[in-house]
């Protein structure tokens, strides 16, 4: 019993020696463990912190490679900028320079059309005391070509305006062909003097040909110089020149990148592929801004479907469209003051001597609300308009309801009506100070209230802590009647009107609420 105690003694005490043996051999491999994991982490954070530096670097690179690529466009922007300025320069240096060569040129020039003596006229059937050709009217005509065509060869233009214009009421003759002749030479021989003369003229070009028949012979002349030759105003009024003009004026259009107004008055266009071509041409032309046609409706075409075509055509490039004297009747269609109340950018729209009628104008006067680009409507000679008609277009420019709807109404709008209805008054100027005229249109109806003393009663509703700014505003309102008289020194005022202080004076004396003003200025002394 005793011995075997003394081996479960001996037993356990080699347990424990090799328990703390052990024991020793786990601390010391824990540790080793511990400093394994330290250098692991040690490493990790270092490759960490080498990452992070490598995206930080990345991202610098990336910042400088956006700023090198902005600089780059920077550049290219300033090269592209110079070499169209360098393009520009050496046109100029290469027109002007052809200037004065044909300038130089021109010296030797001679005018060499004869004009058709008394003889030739007698030949022809004239007597002499015929003044439409052996008279006046020929001989004017002739020299107008003449003065024209030397004007274009030396480069000489009256008033610093290059215009060429003409206008002879004188049927066409044979005789007149060579000096239809020599004004076309010298539109397509020297077509860079009308450029650059052009180009120094703040007025810019215009061809104006006004009561001058245009017979094939002559339109196939100028077709060919003003293929080369552009104006940035072409007006043709009452050529008599049929289907053939018109062709000949719609190739001038389309042949001219710098044309921004075209004028067809009295010249009917009768097919409707003719004006087809016209509206595509309109809508794809570059700098065209202003179209006039003036009674050119002829055939079976449908005035309003003209216009409708046409304002389609530009309604995001022309400021200005006439279309009057094209029997235009709507049949009930809003389109015009549908096209109205979108705003567009027209600026004068006239449409005189048509078939509108009351409804028309009442749709054009909703529109006329909502609209701040209209600038000039003519709609006189319109006898379908009556009274209601006119009296809603013109509270469409001035509706004295309350302030809100004055301060509210169209003010950039300057109406054209009959001159029979003295009882409609034109509120809107053409100097185009909306400001302005706001002002008098609020001050105008305060005027009005105040000569019976009911302008109170239109404030009912009104805090009364805007009453300073309300009375400092009546001032500002009145503002307008501070016009110069011709003296430019005595202050003007129309008779029709009240003072300012006469406004103020009723809202003071008449409005009780006034008195609460009074009262708390009083209590901050």
């Given amino acids: 019993m005793e011995e075997q105690l003394k081996k479960r003694k001996a037993d356990n005490e080699g347990a424990a020696l090799f328990a703390e043996e052990n024991q020793g051999n786990l601390a010391c491999e824990l540790k080793g463990i511990k400093s394994a994991m330290k250098e692991l982490l040690d490493h990790s954070r270092s490759q960490t912190m080498s990452m992070a530096s490598m995206q930080h670097e990345m991202n610098d690179m990336k910042e400088e490679v956006k700023q090198m690529r902005s600089e780059m466009k920077n550049l290219s922007e300033k090269s592209d900028m110079l070499e169209n300025a360098n393009s520009r320069w050496f046109g100029e240096v290469d027109s002007r320079l052809k200037y004065h060569e044909v300038m130089l040129k021109n010296q030797k020039w001679e005018y060499s059309a004869p004009p058709p003596s008394s003889r030739y006229w007698r030949s022809v059937g004239h007597t002499e005391h015929d003044e439409s050709y052996a008279g006046l009217e020929a001989t004017d005509f002739l020299d107008q070509i003449k003065t024209n065509t030397c004007n274009m060869r030396y480069g000489k233009w009256p008033e610093g305006r290059h215009i060429i214009s003409m206008s002879a009421d004188v049927a066409y003759d044979a005789a007149f062909l060579p000096h239809w002749k020599e004004f076309a030479d010298a539109l397509m021989e020297h077509h860079h003097i009308i450029k650059w003369v052009a180009e120094k003229n703040a007025y810019g070009s215009s061809l104006y040909l006004a009561d001058v028949e245009l017979p094939r012979e002559v339109t196939n002349l100028l077709s060919s110089a003003l293929c080369l030759t552009h104006f940035q105003t072409l007006i043709l009024k009452n050529n008599d020149f049929g289907r053939n003009g018109i062709e000949f004026a719609l190739n001038c259009i389309e042949d001219n990148p710098i044309l921004k107004k075209f004028v067809l008055g009295h010249n009917q266009i009768d097919e409707g592929e003719d004006f087809d071509r016209l509206c595509e041409i309109v809508k794809h032309h570059q700098s065209i801004e202003t179209v006039h046609l003036v009674a050119c ?108 709807s004055a301060a509210d109404s169209n003010h950039t709008c300057h109406l054209i009506y009959p001159e029979e209805y003295i009882g409609i008054q034109q509120f809107n100027e053409e100097s185009g100070d909306v400001k302005a005229v706001r002002s008098k249109k609020i001050f105008i109806a305060l005027s009005s209230r105040n000569r019976n003393g009911s302008n109170i009663q239109h404030l009912t509703g009104v805090p009364i802590e805007i009453l300073p700014e309300m009375l400092s505003s009546v001032q500002k309102y009145s503002d307008y009647h501070l016009s110069r008289c011709p003296d430019h020194n005595t202050p003007g005022r129309d008779n029709d009107d009240v003072t300012a202080l006469s406004v103020v004076y009723e809202i003071m004396w008449k409005w009780d609420k006034a008195l609460s003003v009074y009262e708390s200025l009083s209590s901050c002394y």
């Fill in 297 to 404: 409706k002829g055939g079976e075409l449908c005035g309003f479907d003209m216009l409708r075509s046409i304002i389609n055509a530009g309604s995001n490039k022309l400021k200005d469209i006439d279309f009057s004297d094209n029997a235009i009747s709507t049949g009930g269609s809003t389109f015009i003051s549908d096209f109205l109340g979108t705003n567009p950018i027209l600026r004068n729209l006239e449409l005189r001597g048509s078939q509108l009628n009351d409804d028309d104008a009442t749709s054009i006067a909703s529109a006329l609300k909502c609209n701040t680009n209209l600038t000039h409507l003519d709609l006189d000679e319109n006898p379908m308009i009556t009274y209601v008609g006119w009296e809603a277009l013109q509270k469409a420019m001035f509706d004295d309801t309350s302030l809100n």
